[in-house]
């Protein structure tokens, strides 16, 4: 069984900066990509970035050029650096791992953008 467990989340002003962290941690299995999701209230859970075990990152339209996904220091770790957050950004951000046709997400953090 995989646990996905995310944290780094809370409060900023517009132009702010947060970094959200998740780990994948398990036995058994092999992480093909890990990405990042999020959901605002009253609208549907929508990507934001995934990067795969070879390195290769995708990015939703509207976060790109001020969020940056990466690996993490320890294995199956993925970083999330958001900056210029926008109040649009406000939403429940979710971790995601994948492995063959299997995935696990996390409980989610919180991000709030608002003066």
């Known amino acids: 069984q995989v646990h996905v467990v995310e944290s780094g989340g809370g409060l900023v002003q517009p132009g702010g900066s947060l970094r959200l962290s998740c780990a994948a941690s398990g036995s058994g299995f092999v992480i093909n990509a890990m990405g990042w999701y999020r959901q605002a209230p009253g609208k549907e859970r929508e990507l934001v970035a995934t990067i795969s075990s070879g390195g290769n990152t995708n990015y939703a339209d509207s976060v790109k050029g001020r969020f940056t996904i990466s690996g993490g220091n320890a294995k199956n770790t993925v970083i999330l650096q958001m900056n210029s957050l926008k109040p649009e950004d406000t939403a429940d951000y979710y971790c995601?791992?994948?492995?063959?046709?299997?995935?696990?997400w996390g409980q989610g953090t919180q991000v709030t953008v608002s003066s």
């Open positions: 995601n791992a994948r492995w063959g046709i299997f995935d696990a």
